[in-house]
């Protein structure tokens, strides 16, 4: 019955199906803390879930009145890449959840291409989704702006409504029709 409601399943892709959120937050921590802008991971996830890196920085440089080293995305990177090696995992259950649906399905995150690519190639998921993957770099606006969600709803589907289920704003949205 809901299947037939719907004509597309769009994935978050950290958090969601890839336990990258520990991982990603502990190396920011501890490398803005390293550049003396003290921050906990739980201050980090209270504070700037489901936002871009970009958007993020920019909020930390304009509230501490500081630029951040040049070196800072490299040294985050690093650390990111060493953990995801060690110990990134799909979340529990999700592989199984993703071949029991009989709908097409994609992902839409605020990472970038390559990296929503890493994640789910070291996690074993790529595969399910070959090049249905949407990034925040795609669109004007990220999350939670419903722009990415309506992106690629519009790429893989006849219908120009995406439904966001989100811990910061659920949506319905539904763009302007084009003038006649």
């Excluded at 409601?5 to 994935?11: A, D, G, N, Q």
């Excluded at 040294?75 to 090696?85: K, P």
């Excluded at 990220?142 to 439904?163: E, I, N, Q, W």
């Amino acid at each position: 019955m809901i299947a037939s409601r719907f004509e597309l399943v769009i994935f978050d892709c950290d958090g969601v199906l890839v336990d990258s959120e520990p991982i990603i937050n502990q190396a920011h921590a501890h490398v803005l803390t390293a550049c003396g802008y003290p921050i906990t991971e739980q201050n980090l996830v209270e504070r700037f879930c489901g936002m871009s890196d970009r958007e993020m920085l920019e909020i930390i440089e304009r509230e501490w009145g500081r630029v951040l080293p040049t070196s800072y995305a490299e040294h985050v990177g690093l650390m990111i890449e060493a953990g995801f090696r060690q110990s990134l995992a799909p979340i529990e259950g999700v592989a199984e959840a993703l071949d029991s649906l009989t709908l097409p399905i994609c992902v839409a995150s605020s990472s970038s291409l390559e990296q929503i690519r890493q994640k789910l190639k070291i996690t074993g998921l790529l595969g399910r989704f070959g090049e249905h993957l949407f990034s925040a770099a795609m669109v004007p606006r990220g999350k939670p702006a419903p722009d990415l969600f309506l992106y690629a709803a519009r790429r893989l589907t006849r219908r120009r409504t995406a439904v966001s289920s989100s811990r910061i704003a659920p949506q319905v949205s539904t763009p302007p029709s084009p003038p006649a």
